[in-house]
């Protein structure tokens, strides 16, 4: 999933720093829902809430579409946190009347974005998989580059949940192909979560425990966060591949594992 004032693969920017609290922060609505995103990262989705909220004020008392847009959708982030479906179905008409007011279509996109990430981690793919078109759909008429790029890695896990290993197959390289146009340096390990599941899900375990490993270690060093939709189905696949892949095998993959880098894993596996 991506933020929708950060890239979802943005390291942090300090790690040791500790997060300010809304009692503590005094910056721009801007950087305050930055902060709300972070918060939500780091599970404190309470701080993460007051933040968004204050901003969601601060938009309507202004009349600004953009704040208020922007906090309705980190508030749909957090409603997916404890899968509150009756809140995210509050947020999203709010989101569909503020793009219906503003001519804006791009809040139905967040709208549709933020609905799909929440069927998906319910596990309702068919649900998921139409929200995921809905979204990808309004990020090609409008050039949303950021997020027509993410949801073909989100819609990729409904694609491998439903067994379809070659439309996965093809968004998984869709995603890095368009990840590697806009940045053509990037080490994406974020990806590398749709391939474990992939891998996983086709009885591969020793090749997904290698790119699990892989992608732990370079969230590790690129100090990312991923967020519950997605760290979900890695979560899955490292306890199945702990079930699967004998200890002897598994110490010699994580082993080899320490110089494996993003293309490697991809011309390797794709």
């Not at 004020?57 to 202004?62: A, H, K, L, Q, V």
């Not at 946190?81 to 569909?96: F, G, I, M, P």
């Not at 368009?178 to 086709?202: H, V």
């Amino acid at each position: 999933m991506c933020g929708i004032l950060t890239s979802c693969t943005e390291p942090k920017k300090d790690v040791e720093k500790k997060v300010q609290t809304t009692d503590q922060i005094n910056e721009s609505p801007k950087e305050m829902l930055k902060q709300a995103y972070q918060l939500f990262k780091e599970g404190d989705d309470q701080e993460s809430i007051k933040l968004a909220n204050k901003v969601l004020d601060i938009g309507r008392e202004t009349k600004n579409d953009t704040l208020i847009g922007r906090a309705l959708t980190s508030l749909c982030r957090n409603a997916q946190r404890s899968l509150d479906t009756l809140r995210l179905a509050e947020l999203s008409a709010e989101l569909k009347d503020l793009s219906e007011a503003s001519r804006n279509p791009q809040w139905m996109m967040y709208r549709a974005h933020m609905n799909a990430e929440m069927w998906r981690l319910i596990g309702n793919m068919d649900r998921a998989e139409m929200y995921y078109n809905e979204s990808l759909k309004i990020s090609a008429e409008t050039g949303a580059k950021g997020m027509y790029t993410i949801d073909h890695f989100n819609k990729s896990f409904v694609s491998i949940a439903k067994g379809d290993f070659d439309t996965a197959k093809e968004l998984i390289l869709k995603y890095y192909a368009l990840r590697k146009e806009a940045d053509p340096a990037s080490e994406d390990a974020y990806g590398l979560i749709a391939l474990a599941y992939y891998l996983e899900q086709q009885g591969n375990y020793e090749g997904a425990l290698e790119v699990a490993v892989v992608t732990r270690r370079l969230f590790e060093e690129q100090h990312l966060f991923p967020e519950p939709p997605d760290e979900k189905p890695l979560l899955a696949v490292e306890k199945k591949v702990q079930e699967m892949v004998t200890q002897e095998k598994s110490t010699e993959i994580k082993a080899n594992s320490v110089s494996l880098t993003v293309a490697n894993l991809l011309e390797k596996y794709l």
